[in-house]
């Protein structure tokens, strides 16, 4: 007996905005599969208006109206059965940021939940890892966002520690992540991967997913600290513009690839690691994942 049924996830993130609609296969006697069926990104960056002015600006509070009935459409036409949104580090920060999301659910009935810190490192450390990682290994979790970056440590298999750290891509364009948040960074890192022998990070978010698919490797194999050094070396001998027309990335990629590039080598270098490994996965998997999860556990009490 097969079932296809389609579920959503809305992220409200800093930089951009994401509608993630998944098909979730259940085929007695399989495991569930969960299959990505589209993937549609607004590039918003209320963390330009947020981290300078801690208030999201009327211009992104009609922008970010406009796309969520879009999104509701989009959900209605692809027949999705259940959704769940939410909004990360900008939205939490911003003074308006509860008044927006009463606003949007007066008009477009979508309900925002805006998470903390580390709820989010919890959501993205709850995907489905074990199809990537070998449970032998130790591993350094790091998804980088716009306004924070999420580190989880995995060991065997299983979560150790995580924590939200206020070092995201668009803060960092913005010259406002103090000396002090870098070096607590580093000595969180530092205490929680030196027990271990051998460390290997995953890495996770538009950024490195981007610099995965320019790399050409094979879904699996990882990337090396040299070559994430040499592309970030590359990247910063280009003007913006060159960015945008000789590395052809898009206009709001050419500038956070950057500040991103920089934590994830921050965090290879601080935990001893040679290798990062991209599945592709984030936030959005990992609400699709919470809103299964939820399902079977309510259907079973």
């Known amino acids: 007996m097969l079932s296809i049924k389609k579920y959503a996830a809305i992220d409200i993130g800093s930089n951009a905005v994401r509608l993630l609609i998944a098909n979730i296969i259940e085929e007695k006697g399989k495991d569930t599969r969960f299959k990505k069926s589209s993937l549609v990104r607004v590039p918003i960056r209320l963390g330009a208006d947020v981290f300078l002015e801690q208030h999201i600006s009327d211009h992104n509070k009609e922008r970010m109206l406009d796309t969520m009935k879009a999104f509701k459409l989009l959900m209605k036409t692809h027949k999705v059965v259940k959704y769940k949104a939410c909004a990360t580090s900008a939205m939490r920060e911003a003074a308006n940021g509860k008044d927006i999301s009463e606003l949007i659910y007066k008009k477009t009935n979508i309900k925002i939940d805006i998470i903390e810190g580390e709820e ?20 350094l979790y790091v998804d980088v966002g716009g306004g924070s970056t999420e580190f989880t440590v995995i060991h065997n298999g299983q979560s150790i520690t995580s ?4 070092i995201g891509t668009v803060r960092l364009l913005n010259d406002i992540v103090k000396k002090e948040t870098w070096n607590e960074l580093e000595t969180w890192i530092k205490k ?3 027990a271990y022998e051998k460390i290997d990070v995953i890495g996770s978010g538009g950024n490195i997913n981007k610099i995965f698919k320019i790399s050409g490797k094979p879904l699996g194999k990882p990337l090396t600290y040299f070559y994430l ?4 070396n590359t ?13 052809d990335l898009n206009q709001d990629r050419a500038d956070v690839i950057i500040p991103a590039t920089r934590i994830y080598l921050s965090a290879m270098k601080w935990s001893g690691a040679k290798d990062i490994y991209v599945p592709k996965i984030g936030l959005s998997d990992g609400i699709i994942k919470s809103i299964y999860y939820d399902t079977v556990s309510s259907n079973t009490q």
């Open 229 to 232: 050094t040499s592309y970030y």
């Open 235 to 247: 990247l910063q001998s280009y003007s913006y513009e060159e960015r945008i027309t000789e590395l």
């Open 120 to 139: 989010e490192a919890a959501i993205i450390a709850a995907t489905d890892l074990h199809q990537f990682i070998d449970k032998n290994k130790t591993y």
């Open 192 to 194: 929680h991967t030196e």
């Open 163 to 166: 924590k939200s750290f206020k």
